[in-house]
């Protein structure tokens, strides 16, 4: 099959390379797309993940061989990889330790991933696309997924107001799932202008570019960006009103907000 392989120093190769094929309890799956995650693209940034790696977890795709006693798919069923539950005691250290960052700490990945035609999973790890659902959209249930729990555990109710804080993938998701899910108004903060148009045309009711909030020529606009978010939490506990970061890391966040991991 070919597969996009990390090189190391921000570079690709697309290389042949054999079929990985499944172990007892396992399934192979053509992959129909992969999607690219930040994390990936944090570990390509910063150089983090070791040369050899095929990334790629955000994938959707067809089961086209079954490993020896696999009972719960069949050849040609479509699924989402990943989302299936672990079985006991095989829980990810996503799940077990308390802050995975993955743009310090980088990552390895002990086996070929999405960034391929083909993906070995074990069986419970994928689950099953919907008939009404798209390969195409199927491959977005991940950070959707994601966006969804970030909302979720932000406590929002409807009627709220809420805000976002970067219109990225997940800021994006997050402003639709928040609009569905019933809030009064949903302001977006972003500097960037094609990510602001993106928030506009997906319902943001108001986007503030931070660089422009404490305007100071001796600032960089990073600088700025980061004293306006600062600004937030005593801004909305004036107001009488929460503030729940989602999604942040440390350096960015006041230790005295509550946080949502
Ligand atoms: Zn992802």
Redesign the pocket.
């Known amino acids: 099959m070919k597969a996009a392989i990390y090189q190391g120093n921000q570079r690709f190769s697309v290389e042949e390379v054999p079929d990985p094929l499944p172990g007892p309890g396992q399934v192979q799956i053509d992959i129909s797309y992969a ?1 690219v ?4 693209v944090h570990g390509f940034q910063h150089d983090k993940v070791p040369p050899g790696t095929i990334m790629g ?2 994938i959707s795709g067809v089961i086209s061989i079954l490993g020896d006693g696999v009972t719960r798919w069949k050849k040609g069923d479509r699924i989402v990889g990943g989302g299936g539950t672990h079985p006991k005691g095989m829980l990810s250290p996503a799940f077990t330790m308390p802050r995975l960052d993955f743009r310090k700490d980088g990552f390895t990945i002990p086996q070929p991933q999405g960034y391929a035609e083909k993906y070995v999973m074990e069986e419970w790890a994928p689950l099953p696309t919907p008939d009404n659902v798209t390969d195409l959209e199927a491959a977005l249930c ?2 959707a997924a ?1 966006s969804m729990r970030t909302v979720r555990r932000s406590g929002m109710k409807p009627g709220d107001f809420v805000a976002i804080y970067g219109a990225g993938p997940i800021g994006l998701f997050c402003l639709q799932i928040a609009k569905a899910s019933g809030a009064r108004k949903v302001f977006v903060v972003e500097p960037t202008p094609i990510r602001a148009k993106a928030a506009a045309k997906l319902g943001a009711d108001e986007i503030i570019d931070p660089t422009t909030l404490y305007r100071d020529s001796t600032r960089s606009r990073e600088a700025t960006a980061r004293t306006s978010f600062w600004s937030v939490p005593p801004l909305l506990r004036r107001f009488n009103r929460r503030c729940i970061p989602c999604g942040v890391t440390d350096e960015w966040c006041s230790s005295r907000c509550p946080r949502i991991r």
């Open positions: 999607g995650c930040g994390t990936d977890h955000e991940e950070p994601n």
